[in-house]
């Protein structure tokens, strides 16, 4: 009796344990949402859907993107963070979400507590655009300006504490300038001002710049990581004219908190193996984007660490989302 009753009970737990192993191998059985907190063409959007592609004939199902722009992400944060940890929505966010806690005093969720790191996904240098027909023709010409008049240019970006912003605020603390900060819901709707005359300048990743770049409408005048960046050679780093000046813009998978570790250990998986396919990677090369690809351990220090390295920047500046 007692054999029998061991020998059962071994193979129920066996069998419980695979239709839970075969319940997780089914994922995705309908769906999957992903929140891009920023307006549509724009460097996070165009990051989403390209794997979004990927990953949903991958899956052999839909992959649905969805812009929910707004306070600097904290929009599209908070409807994800209240979403059940069950895989079926995630977010892809950029570098902003390890500094938003020092913008809006009242966030309303734990930017570590509320999610699960997932994967950090790709990274660009930001890029300091003029219109093609811009009487600044370097960034010195701009530094020169901004010296001999205080106050007399502004510069756009994606919104109060986006990287594209903190890319700015570094430049006016390294450079001794002052040039004002015009926030936009995403860099699409930025470069769309910045073609049509609303504003003289503006920083912007690649992504969102390479096509206007291409297309002959903007011109570069630095990308603001430390060296050049190797899809726009020609164009010189913030850093040759500004010493110690280098920053970036990351983006990266997020799903809700507490999330079971062997769904996170597929998405991290599958999402890793999208950026790796060849179809990725020359989107994103194109874009000026590297991907990257990282385990849920790495990105999660990868906010800590911005959060940690922004956040006295931010104080010190005495910047607050509006």
């Given at each position: 009796?007692?054999?029998?009753f061991?020998?059962?009970?071994?193979?129920?737990?066996?069998?419980?344990?695979?239709?839970?192993?075969?319940?997780?191998?089914?994922?995705?059985?309908?769906?999957?949402?992903?929140?891009?907190?920023?307006?549509?063409?724009?460097?996070?959007?165009?990051?989403?859907r390209?794997?979004?592609?990927?990953?949903?004939?991958?899956?052999?199902q839909?992959?649905?993107?969805?812009?929910?722009?707004?306070?600097?992400?904290?929009?599209?944060?908070?409807?994800?963070?209240?979403?059940?940890?069950?895989?079926?929505?995630?977010?892809?966010?950029a570098?902003?979400?390890?500094?938003?806690?020092?913008?809006?005093?009242?966030?309303?969720?734990?930017?570590?507590?509320?999610?699960?790191?997932?994967?950090?996904?790709?990274?660009?240098?930001?890029?300091?655009?003029?219109?093609?027909?811009?009487?600044f023709?370097?960034?010195g010409?701009?530094?020169?300006?901004?010296?001999?008049?205080?106050?007399?240019?502004?510069?756009?970006?994606?919104?109060?504490?986006?990287?594209?912003?903190?890319?700015?605020?570094?430049?006016?603390?390294?450079?001794?300038?002052?040039?004002?900060?015009?926030?936009?819901?995403?860099?699409?709707?930025?470069?769309?001002?910045?073609?049509?005359?609303?504003?003289?300048?503006s920083?912007?990743?690649g992504?969102?710049?390479?096509?206007?770049?291409?297309?002959?409408?903007?011109?570069?005048?630095?990308v603001?990581?430390?060296?050049?960046?190797?899809?726009?050679?020609e164009?010189?780093?913030?850093?040759?004219?500004v010493p110690?000046?280098?920053?970036e813009?990351?983006?990266?998978?997020?799903?809700?908190?507490?999330?079971?570790?062997?769904?996170v250990?597929?998405?991290?998986?599958?999402?890793?193996a999208?950026?790796?396919?060849?179809?990725?990677?020359?989107?994103?090369?194109?874009?000026?984007?590297?991907?990257?690809?990282?385990?849920?351990?790495?990105?999660?220090?990868?906010?800590?660490?911005?959060?940690?390295?922004?956040?006295?920047?931010?104080?010190?500046?005495g910047?607050?989302?509006?």
């Amino acid at each position: 009796m007692g054999k029998w009753f061991w020998t059962a009970a071994v193979v129920a737990a066996m069998l419980a344990s695979g239709g839970a192993a075969s319940a997780q191998s089914a994922f995705p059985a309908k769906p999957v949402h992903i929140f891009v907190p920023y307006a549509a063409a724009g460097g996070v959007d165009i990051l989403a859907r390209t794997l979004g592609d990927v990953v949903s004939r991958q899956w052999g199902q839909t992959v649905v993107v969805e812009n929910r722009p707004g306070a600097g992400g904290v929009v599209a944060s908070q409807a994800l963070a209240s979403s059940p940890p069950d895989g079926y929505t995630l977010i892809v966010v950029a570098s902003g979400h390890a500094t938003n806690p020092f913008l809006y005093p009242k966030i309303p969720y734990d930017t570590f507590k509320d999610f699960t790191p997932i994967s950090l996904l790709a990274s660009s240098p930001n890029i300091l655009l003029v219109r093609a027909d811009s009487a600044f023709k370097t960034l010195g010409d701009v530094v020169a300006q901004a010296k001999a008049k205080p106050g007399s240019l502004s510069f756009a970006h994606a919104g109060t504490g986006t990287s594209t912003h903190l890319a700015g605020e570094l430049l006016k603390s390294l450079a001794r300038i002052d040039i004002e900060a015009i926030p936009y819901k995403g860099g699409a709707p930025a470069i769309n001002d910045l073609l049509g005359g609303q504003i003289p300048m503006s920083f912007n990743n690649g992504p969102e710049s390479v096509g206007q770049l291409q297309a002959g409408t903007v011109r570069a005048l630095a990308v603001t990581t430390a060296s050049r960046a190797p899809f726009l050679p020609e164009v010189p780093s913030v850093g040759d004219a500004v010493p110690g000046y280098d920053t970036e813009v990351w983006w990266g998978l997020l799903g809700p908190g507490n999330m079971p570790p062997d769904l996170v250990a597929k998405l991290s998986h599958d999402f890793v193996a999208a950026l790796n396919t060849d179809q990725v990677k020359e989107r994103l090369g194109k874009l000026g984007a590297q991907p990257i690809g990282s385990s849920p351990q790495a990105f999660d220090a990868k906010i800590h660490a911005d959060y940690e390295k922004w956040g006295p920047i931010i104080q010190a500046a005495g910047i607050k989302a509006e």
